[in-house]
């Protein structure tokens, strides 16, 4: 019954139009794929290689958010891009590894379809094994420890926003209409006491940025964010997997003919 099945399979495989059909497929998927690439690496390597360019753009747009009478020290704006860079830099480093096999696992699939060698279609299909194997490993480490990774970013947060606690009413009132969509401003100012909510504690210590401030609802807001990232990312999965399939295809479609 097995032998049968294959042999029928054969014989599909054995047509010319099957085998265009699947070589389109295959090189119309790796030309997303080769666009993601370039993106991945671009992006990673503004970060990993412009920390300067990051120094100067916040210091020359970032007290842009801000009104016109309210400043923030260069020592508060060059301690905060150092701590965006540092907690980019691991992220950007693994982006650029990620897009860097990406883009030669698209290289071998047009040079491996384009000139009809098999052997490069191998190759080809091992990185995408292996780009694949990659993104399981990595997706399951987030979901895992997803609460150490937004805690980190969380607490780079309360820490750069632990220097705006000296607003008046009205700059309060700015800040909170320009970004009350992305941070929960009221809720880290010590200023702001009572049980409405995301207000602070009354007895506001030392600690309560991290434990009873803002964390929370960071934290739930980051999740959220990044639970997306992550579940958009299964989608790059699919066409990947979709590759990888479509080679291991058409290398078998070359050993029966």
């Not at 309560?208 to 579940?231: M, P």
Request: hydrophobic share 55%.
């Amino acid at each position: 019954m097995c032998s049968s099945s294959l042999e029928r399979f054969s014989q599909i495989m054995s047509k010319p139009k099957c085998e265009g059909l699947i070589s389109g497929f295959l090189i119309a998927a790796n030309v997303i794929l080769f666009l993601l690439s370039l993106v991945l690496i671009g992006a990673s390597s503004f970060i990993l290689w412009n920390r300067q360019l990051l120094f100067f753009l916040l210091n020359t747009f970032g007290t842009r958010f801000f009104p016109r009478n309210f400043t923030i020290p260069q020592d508060n704006l060059n301690e905060i891009a150092a701590q965006i860079w540092a907690l980019m830099y691991p992220m950007a480093g693994l982006t650029l590894f990620v897009g860097l096999l990406l883009f030669v696992a698209t290289l071998l699939a047009f040079v491996g379809v384009g000139l009809s060698r098999p052997e490069v279609l191998i190759g080809h299909a091992a990185v995408m094994g292996l780009l694949i194997l990659m993104h399981v490993i990595l997706v399951l480490i987030y979901f895992i420890n997803k609460q150490l990774f937004v805690g980190n970013v969380r607490d780079l947060m309360i820490r750069t926003f632990q220097n705006f606690t000296t607003f008046d009413n009205s700059t309060t009132a700015y800040f909170n209409a320009l970004i009350s969509q992305v941070f929960p401003s009221v809720c880290c100012r010590p200023d702001s006491t009572g049980t409405a909510p995301n207000q602070c504690p009354a007895n506001f210590t030392g600690t309560s940025y991290i434990e009873t401030g803002c964390k929370f609802l960071i934290e739930e807001r980051l999740i959220t964010l990044t639970d997306y990232f992550a579940n958009f990312s299964f989608i790059v999965m699919i066409i990947t997997v979709l590759t990888f399939i479509l080679a291991v295809l058409i290398i078998f479609y070359t050993k029966i003919n």
